[in-house]
């Protein structure tokens, strides 16, 4: 089980855009993680007439390492650590540390 999962509400806590928060669109394998509008950079697209793609200075968001995001807690109003754990059913939970609140419903 993974810390984050897609479309969980994350504040970033280093680099350019401390402070910001997003939700994540995609966690990708190599512990990096994509966010909505966080970490956009300016790529110089080349043009394709065959596959019809415009040639241009382009916006693209770019990935973050996951020890940058803290999982936002809605009732501190902050980021928060997370845990595991496994409840009485057998299933295995997320969970706030700070609250004891579980994620996974």
Same mark, same amino acid.
């Not at 980021?79 to 057998?90: Q, Y």
């Given at each position: 089980? #993974?810390?984050?999962? $897609? =479309?969980?509400?994350?504040?970033? +806590? &280093? *680099? ?10 995609q ?14 950079? #300016?790529?110089?697209? $080349? =043009?394709n007439?065959?596959a019809? +793609? &415009? *040639? ?36 295995? +939970? ?6 004891n ?5």
């Amino acid at each position: 089980m #993974k810390r984050l999962k $897609k =479309g969980d509400d994350v504040i970033v +806590v &280093a *680099g350019k855009d401390k402070g910001r928060r997003s939700t994540v669109t995609q966690v990708l394998n190599n512990g990096k993680v994509l966010l909505q509008g966080v970490n956009v950079v #300016k790529k110089h697209q $080349k =043009g394709n007439p065959n596959a019809g +793609v &415009a *040639g241009g200075i382009i916006d693209k968001e770019m990935p973050i390492d996951q020890s940058n995001v803290m999982l936002f807690n809605p009732d501190t109003g902050k980021g928060d650590r997370v845990g595991f754990k496994t409840l009485e059913d057998g299933r295995k +939970v997320r969970y706030f540390k700070s609250n004891n609140e579980v994620l996974d419903q």
